[in-house]
């Protein structure tokens, strides 16, 4: 199976137009529905692609247990409100698809091809635009960041290093390109350093030979996914590529890093997959394949102790993966479906999650106490799929309550238009206060 190219799709498309500031009021039990589309989208690609989302039916949902419910326990619902306005919209550029978005302290990263536009994200002022100075770069897939440096990676298979800007300087100074000059030096004489990729086409085996789709950062080390079906790992204090693993039978989309260091990388062929690297080895070895989702999976998200892992699919579901005291990895234990077409992108903000599909929607999802799920919002107004997401959260420091605070989403789609969100979430007793500031 091959995986749709989302940016191709949208490449051509009309300009999109601003959409006015609104505000969404809906009861909390109103948006938990179980139901599920007897069509899915039928979405074009270029020539080295083929259409991946055709004619889904009911059937190929996963035949998983739904852990979702339409309200909240009783003892749930008494102690939390939520309400969420959108504040603005962004359009970066009118003719381009949103294809990443990161918050790294008050600013948000938005890209849109090989265009990163960087904003405050408190006045959604746009302070500066860089880019990979070539068009050959293709779309920027995704962006995270290590101290001082910015990582962005593209669809020419490479992954750029940037200096963060110094104070009242708002340039991005570009460091290098990984595989380094020095890394690539130091192997390219030895034959076996190369790997063939295809019938008389051989690479070094440091070099990604496709789109670079993921990236994730943990504790000096980062962990690179692509559509060459590979996980590569890289050490940020020389910029090293120190090891590199056939991951997948297909293109690897998605890829998260628990703090303990276990991998989970979702691919195109159905499967995600769960690294380790033992005590004492130098090489990352495979813990466990989890196979339940019935088509490619998009997207992954762990809680923040990295205890629950969330998978999002094309089959319109998001699976609930949790870890066992007798065993060392996921055990699926249910689905949250609701979404209409694939899921796209997934993330974990505080205790809730957020997901963003082809349907055009972010859905909130709040967990109960029971370990059942409600979705406690929908955020539409896109007009065409969401394709990444990112968000921040600020509580109540006088409460010191998790239940009191606001969460920032910024959610950003195929038509070229970022959306800024203000979740606003509180104890009933108190849901009269005034909003907080972030």
Same mark, same amino acid.
């Given at each position: !199976?091959?995986?749709?190219?989302?940016? $191709?799709?949208?490449?051509?498309?009309?300009?999109?137009?601003?959409?006015?500031?609104?505000?969404?009021?809906?009861?909390?039990?109103?948006?938990?529905?179980?139901?599920?589309?007897?069509?899915?989208?039928?979405?074009? @690609?270029?020539?080295?692609?083929?259409?991946?989302?055709?004619?889904? @039916?009911?059937?190929?949902?996963?035949?998983?247990?739904?852990?979702?419910?339409?309200?909240? @326990?009783?003892?749930?619902?008494? $102690?939390?409100?939520?309400?969420?306005?959108?504040?603005?919209?962004?359009?970066?550029?009118?003719?381009?698809?949103?294809?990443?978005?990161?918050?790294?302290?008050?600013?948000?990263?938005?890209?849109?091809?090989?265009?990163?536009?960087?904003?405050?994200?408190?006045?959604?002022?746009?302070?500066?635009?860089?880019?990979?100075?070539?068009?050959?770069?293709?779309?920027?897939?995704?962006?995270?960041?290590?101290?001082? !440096?910015?990582?962005?990676?593209?669809?020419?298979?490479?992954?750029?290093?940037?200096?963060?800007?110094?104070?009242?300087?708002?340039?991005?100074?570009?460091?290098?390109?990984?595989?380094?000059?020095?890394?690539?030096?130091?192997?390219?004489?030895?034959?076996?350093?190369?790997?063939?990729?295809?019938?008389?086409?051989?690479?070094?085996?440091?070099?990604?030979? &496709?789109?670079?789709?993921?990236?994730?950062? @943990?504790?000096?080390?980062?962990?690179?996914?692509?559509? &060459?079906?590979?996980?590569?790992?890289?050490?940020?204090?020389?910029?090293?590529?120190?090891?590199?693993?056939?991951?997948?039978?297909?293109?690897?989309? %998605?890829? %998260? +890093?628990?703090?303990?260091?276990?991998?989970?990388?979702?691919?195109?062929?159905?499967?995600?997959?769960?690294?380790?690297?033992?005590?004492?080895?130098?090489?990352? +070895?495979?813990?466990?394949?989890?196979?339940?989702?019935?088509?490619?999976?998009?997207?992954?998200?762990?809680?923040?102790?990295?205890?629950?892992?969330?998978?999002?699919?094309?089959?319109?579901?998001?699976?609930?993966?949790?870890?066992?005291?007798?065993?060392?990895?996921?055990?699926?234990?249910?689905?949250?479906?609701?979404?209409?077409?694939?899921?796209?992108?997934?993330?974990?903000?505080?205790?809730?999650?957020?997901?963003?599909? %082809? &349907?055009?929607?972010?859905?909130?999802?709040?967990?109960?106490?029971?370990?059942?799920?409600?979705?406690?919002?929908?955020?539409?107004?896109?007009?065409?799929?969401?394709?990444?997401?990112?968000?921040?959260?600020?509580? &109540?420091?006088?409460?010191?309550?998790?239940?009191?605070?606001?969460?920032?989403?910024?959610?950003?789609?195929?038509?070229?238009?970022?959306?800024?969100?203000?979740?606003?979430?509180?104890?009933?007793?108190?849901?009269?206060?005034?909003?907080?500031?972030?």
């Amino acid at each position: !199976m091959q995986l749709l190219s989302w940016l $191709n799709t949208c490449s051509t498309s009309n300009s999109a137009t601003t959409t006015h500031n609104s505000t969404i009021s809906l009861p909390i039990p109103k948006h938990a529905s179980d139901t599920s589309s007897s069509s899915s989208p039928n979405l074009t @690609s270029d020539d080295s692609t083929s259409t991946l989302y055709t004619n889904y @039916s009911i059937q190929t949902l996963p035949s998983i247990p739904s852990l979702q419910k339409l309200t909240l @326990s009783p003892q749930n619902l008494n $102690n939390f409100s939520i309400s969420y306005t959108c504040l603005t919209s962004l359009t970066p550029h009118p003719s381009r698809p949103i294809t990443s978005l990161a918050i790294h302290n008050n600013l948000l990263y938005a890209a849109t091809e090989n265009q990163i536009n960087v904003y405050d994200r408190h006045t959604c002022n746009n302070l500066h635009t860089f880019n990979s100075n070539s068009t050959s770069s293709g779309s920027t897939k995704t962006i995270t960041f290590s101290n001082e !440096m910015v990582f962005t990676t593209h669809q020419d298979c490479k992954i750029r290093v940037w200096q963060k800007p110094k104070p009242q300087n708002n340039n991005h100074r570009k460091l290098t390109v990984l595989p380094t000059v020095n890394d690539r030096l130091r192997r390219f004489l030895l034959p076996k350093n190369y790997v063939t990729i295809r019938r008389h086409n051989k690479r070094l085996w440091i070099e990604h030979a &496709d789109a670079v789709t993921d990236l994730a950062v @943990s504790n000096g080390v980062i962990y690179s996914v692509s559509w &060459d079906k590979t996980l590569k790992i890289w050490s940020i204090s020389d910029l090293r590529c120190v090891e590199s693993v056939k991951a997948h039978e297909d293109a690897v989309n %998605a890829v %998260a +890093v628990s703090n303990d260091g276990t991998v989970y990388t979702g691919s195109s062929d159905k499967r995600i997959r769960v690294w380790a690297k033992p005590v004492g080895e130098k090489r990352h +070895v495979l813990v466990a394949t989890l196979e339940k989702h019935k088509s490619a999976v998009n997207a992954l998200a762990l809680n923040d102790d990295g205890s629950v892992l969330f998978s999002g699919a094309c089959d319109r579901s998001i699976l609930v993966w949790e870890r066992e005291d007798s065993a060392n990895h996921m055990v699926v234990s249910g689905a949250l479906r609701g979404h209409q077409k694939a899921i796209l992108c997934l993330i974990n903000v505080s205790d809730l999650l957020l997901s963003g599909s %082809a &349907d055009r929607t972010v859905r909130i999802w709040k967990r109960d106490y029971d370990g059942s799920f409600c979705c406690v919002g929908v955020l539409d107004g896109h007009r065409k799929p969401v394709k990444c997401l990112a968000a921040i959260s600020k509580y &109540d420091e006088e409460s010191q309550s998790s239940s009191n605070g606001v969460v920032s989403v910024f959610s950003g789609s195929l038509d070229g238009e970022i959306k800024v969100w203000q979740l606003s979430i509180g104890c009933l007793a108190t849901q009269d206060q005034n909003i907080l500031n972030l």
